[in-house]
């Protein structure tokens, strides 16, 4: 009996063995895509491109991967280092890149986060003919200058995110502009600086950015007295601003200086390690003015750990807030999915990998081919539009990213970065656009301005603010009622708590403007 319970257990173990071994047949081919970026910061992994372009890889993989004419071809990937960190190689960076062409023979390449080496990554992989699709690096010259001074050389190169910084400072510019300061921060600070009855009152503000090149045109545009009028309105004087070395950690004196300019808004601009630090002594500090900017490693789910909640009110460029449904049934799935995949929140240059691999995917299937001439045809054809993960996607003639609503508003769906103010115990929230069903209240920190009842903005809390909040009484996002400055705390409905609040300070004043 024994001897026959063993040979029945030999054979299921030989039969399983052989199931095993058969190969079976899953992809009639292989495109292989070659995934280059600042490996050693999150901006790589574990929030990064590499995850981006792994999720997309697995995904596109187990649903039979790229159906092309000769059969179902699978997604290879080979990954590189940009030697961005922690010492900018330029000469590094064009090395990985030809390995992954004559080694690894890679079809594309997509990445790029550090201009100071994406420039030299272009090169060479225009030398050897292959499509460089950049992702993370947003200095307008990596386009302007080779695309647009020599297309013949340059026509295989692309950017498919982020926007480029002309539109990333329009972005925070034009939410500014027309929105937060008008309507929020000119009637709490707005003072007659020059006195003068015939120019308009002006709200202090403040700019600082890291020192590195891809920041060169903002900080002229934001601090230059002949131009940033024009782009920030007439109600902002620029009363300090400084470039930060990059790995700054002491900002003390910069925010000593910043509260002695009695400035109530501050552009802040960091890529870097730096903007942890900025966001955590200006908390510390408890300086009296909002941050509103661009802080890459602030898109990060550690950054509210990191900084022990000190970025709440923290206002930020980012893709999305968190699980925002931008595209509803796309944008927030993919937040869901990469979080289970990597365990964190994606930052942007992981939704630029993840949209790049799907670009690249659909244009292959659109055109029957991976040719890149064939490819870069389709990406140059007028009518070329997708879907990306938080709009609508085109290129320019010059192969950037179109994105033509900078403001607060948006009606035409092109992909933009969002405004996302960090709040409610550690979610990020869009703020700009203002007028989407997702849009939430741009809040004001209460050492700023503590009556928040206030939903007026008129320094006191009245008739006015508690027939608003009636009028919203009952309404979620998305009702035609709905006012989210009713939305006293936050939990996306105006109700009986709401008007409660607002009613325990019914009568109070405080004598605006501030100082």
């Keep these: 009996m024994k001897k026959h319970f063993l040979g029945i257990a030999f054979a299921l173990l030989l039969i399983g063995t052989l199931i095993v071994a ?4 899953a992809f009639d081919g292989q ?5 280059i970026g600042p490996v050693g910061l999150p901006h790589w992994s574990p929030a990064g491109m590499k995850e981006g372009a792994e999720l997309a890889r697995d995904e596109i993989n187990t649903a039979g991967g790229v159906s092309l004419p000769g059969g179902n071809y699978e997604i290879v990937l080979a990954f590189g280092d940009e030697k961005a960190y922690p010492t900018p190689d330029p000469d590094g960076a064009a090395a990985e890149v030809e390995r992954l062409i004559t080694v690894e023979e890679c079809q594309y390449i997509i990445g790029g986060f550090r201009t100071e080496v994406v420039t030299a990554m272009i090169e060479k992989a225009a030398s050897y003919g292959v499509p460089f699709i950049i992702n993370g690096a947003s200095t307008d010259e990596l386009i302007g200058d080779t ?3 020599d297309y013949a050389t340059y026509k295989y190169t692309f950017r498919l995110n982020p926007v480029n910084s002309t539109t990333l400072f ?9 929105y937060l300061i008008p309507y929020k921060l000119l009637p709490l600070y707005g003072h007659d600086l020059d006195g003068n009855a015939a120019t308009p009152d002006q709200v202090r503000v403040a700019v600082i950015a890291e020192d590195l090149e891809w920041t060169n045109t903002m900080y002229y545009y934001l601090t230059n007295p002949l131009v940033y009028p024009y782009v920030l309105g007439p109600n902002v004087n620029v009363t300090y601003s400084a470039r930060v070395p990059d790995g700054t950690t002491n900002f003390v004196p ?9 400035a109530r808004l501050v552009i802040h601009i960091f890529s870097g390690v730096s903007g942890v630090p900025f966001i955590a002594t200006w908390k510390a500090m408890n300086v009296e003015a909002l941050p509103v900017g661009i802080n890459v ?3 990060l789910e550690s950054h509210w750990s990191t900084t022990s909640g000190a970025c709440e009110y923290e206002t930020i460029l980012d893709f999305s807030g968190t699980e925002t449904p931008i595209i509803p049934g796309k944008t927030e799935v993919f937040w869901d999915n990469f979080v289970a995949y990597a365990g964190t929140w994606p930052i942007y240059p992981a939704w630029g990998a993840y949209d790049g691999i799907y670009a690249l995917k659909e244009a292959f299937e659109a055109t029957g081919s991976t040719n890149k001439d064939t490819i870069l045809a389709h990406f140059e054809t007028p009518s070329y539009q997708r879907q990306g993960l938080n709009g609508i996607f085109k290129f320019t003639s010059l192969h950037d990213v179109l994105s033509n609503e900078p403001g607060p508003t948006w009606t035409q769906g092109l992909v933009r970065a969002m405004l996302v103010q960090w709040g409610r115990g550690g979610l990020k929230e869009v703020v700009s656009p203002v007028d989407q069903v997702y849009s939430k209240k741009w809040a004001i920190p209460p050492w700023m301005y503590p009556l928040v009842e206030d939903i007026t903005y008129d320094g006191k809390v009245d008739i006015k603010d508690i027939a608003l909040a009636a009028k919203a009484f009952g309404t979620i996002p998305g009702d035609t009622r709905w006012e989210k400055e009713a939305d006293i705390n936050f939990d996306d409905k105006v109700d009986i708590k709401d008007i409660a609040t607002i009613a325990k300070k019914f009568g109070t004043v405080i004598t605006l403007p501030l100082p």
């Design 147 to 149: 695309v647009g001074a």
């Design 170 to 178: 329009y972005t925070i510019a034009g939410s500014l502009a027309y």
């Design 297 to 299: 490693l602030g898109q």
């Design 254 to 262: 910069y925010m000593t200086s910043l509260i002695a300019s009695q």
């Design 31 to 35: 495109i292989k895509i070659g995934i």
């Design 22 to 25: 058969v190969p079976i047949k």
